[in-house]
């Protein structure tokens, strides 16, 4: 597993952070996602074997959000 | 403890404590439904089907109503079993009303998307429990209106506050809990049909209104820190600088009778006369004189004095005002800061 930080655009509110977070239920390889609407970013721990950054970054697309930059 | 004092509990709720309440805590339901509709507005928003979905308003005022209800029955079971602690102190609950007045400014200066900073006037529930209500409840939020609803418990108006005594003076921790619960359960449709109606009138205004919706919250952010202020004795409320302003034209205005005693009425709708006259350098007896008053001037502060008397409904209560150097005006308020006069003090 590794962690990385990711920005988040489009959150208007905590609810919206909730909403992030639900792609750690649709993919595999996903261990925890923890979204913060305050700082407007996600901080996930996932398992590059089984899942890769494209696939999530579509899946928080899906949920109506944009995964902006890489940090 | 008797049926006829329940039911009058519960009337009095239905009828002056579902209004009363809704001046003090809309502000809190009002934050609590522009979440909800942050998100019916977003999702329809993004929706490709493009029908709009009519933002799920009764659920949130609900859960708010419920939390209320739930929160008021465990204080009135406190209430009766200590008995001894009267209301808050009215410095607390300035502070309160000034916090409370800024959260919800934030809030809205939030909703108006300013500046990022203002996303930390949100209130982030912890992890666990975003997880578990995830896990349980897909796409609802039951956490804000339930704990904006527990949060009414620090701002009762003043018609919760006199009942808040009567339950004090039940000395059962049952009997106070029953009768704040048949009290609140009172409030609840008035306070659930102001709150529904309100949000469904303001739905029409479609794109604009997220911007009313923070335009409302904006406003009652403001006078929650004028009565904030009002409750403090500040000379900043915006009450008492227009009364600077009119003093000397006052038409109402009153000075002392013979006796030295000074009478001021406390009335539904607030002091009147509004601005008293007392001589300098005298203690004096200030009577405030209730008639079938029900409102929350009941709940009488003066602040400079450290004063905090719950009035009776009908009847005279004596306040001892010791001497008072010349040039000195003194607020007095209502509990909540709503209504106000002063007294000043000349030659």
């Known amino acids: 597993m590794i962690k990385k930080i990711y920005r988040v655009e489009g959150m208007h509110c905590p609810n919206c952070a909730m909403r992030v977070e639900s792609i750690e239920d649709e993919l595999p390889g996903i261990g925890r996602v923890s979204a913060s609407y305050q700082k407007g970013q996600m901080v996930v721990e996932f398992d590059e074997t089984k899942v890769s950054e494209a696939e999530m970054i579509e899946a928080v697309k899906k949920v109506g959000y944009i995964v902006k930059s890489v940090d | 403890m008797g049926m006829e004092q329940l039911i009058l509990a519960f009337v009095t709720g239905l009828t ?10 809309g502000g809190l339901l009002a934050s609590s439904l522009a979440r ?28 708010f109503l419920l939390a209320k209800l739930a929160a008021y029955t465990i204080l009135g079971f406190f209430l009766g079993w200590l008995g001894s602690l009267l209301t808050l102190s009215a410095n ?45 409840s897909k796409n609802t939020d039951f956490f804000t209106p339930l704990f904006l609803g527990v949060l009414t418990v620090l701002i009762p108006c003043g018609v919760t506050q006199a009942m808040m005594a009567v339950a004090l003076g039940t000395g059962s921790a049952v009997a106070g809990a029953v009768l704040m619960f048949a009290f609140t359960l009172g409030t609840s449709p008035v306070f659930f049909a102001a709150a529904y109606f309100t949000m469904q009138l303001g739905r029409r205004l479609e794109k604009w209104f997220m911007r009313f919706v923070a335009v409302v919250v904006l406003v009652l952010g403001l006078v929650s820190i004028n009565s904030g202020l009002n409750l403090a004795g500040s000379r900043l409320a915006i009450q008492n600088l227009f009364q600077v302003a009119q003093a000397e034209s006052e038409l109402g205005a009153a000075y002392p009778a013979n006796d030295g005693t000074l009478t001021l009425r406390a009335e539904n709708n607030g002091y009147s006369p509004s601005q008293l006259y007392a001589p300098a350098d005298t ?6 004189v209730t008639s079938e008053t029900y409102s929350c001037s009941r709940a009488f502060v003066i602040p400079a004095l450290r004063v905090q008397v719950l009035l009776p409904e009908t009847g005279v209560v004596p306040i001892e005002i010791p001497a008072q150097p010349a040039g000195t005006v003194m607020q ?16």
């Open chain 2, 16 to 25: 002056t404590g579902g209004l009363s309440c809704m001046a003090v805590q």
């Open chain 2, 36 to 63: 909800q509709l942050e998100q019916d507005v977003f999702r329809s928003s993004e929706s490709k089907i493009g029908k709009r979905m009519p933002p799920q308003l009764a659920l949130p005022i609900a859960l």
């Open chain 2, 92 to 136: 607390l609950q300035a502070i309160l009303l000034v916090a409370i007045g800024i959260f919800m400014v934030g809030n809205a200066l939030r909703m108006f998307n300013i500046h990022p900073i203002f996303r930390y006037f949100v209130v982030e529930p912890p992890k666990f429990i975003t997880r578990a209500i995830r896990r349980t």
């Open chain 2, 283 to 288: 203690s004096l007896t200030l009577n405030v």
């Open chain 2, 332 to 347: 007095f308020t209502c509990s909540m800061g709503m209504y106000t006069g002063e007294i000043v003090f000349g030659q």
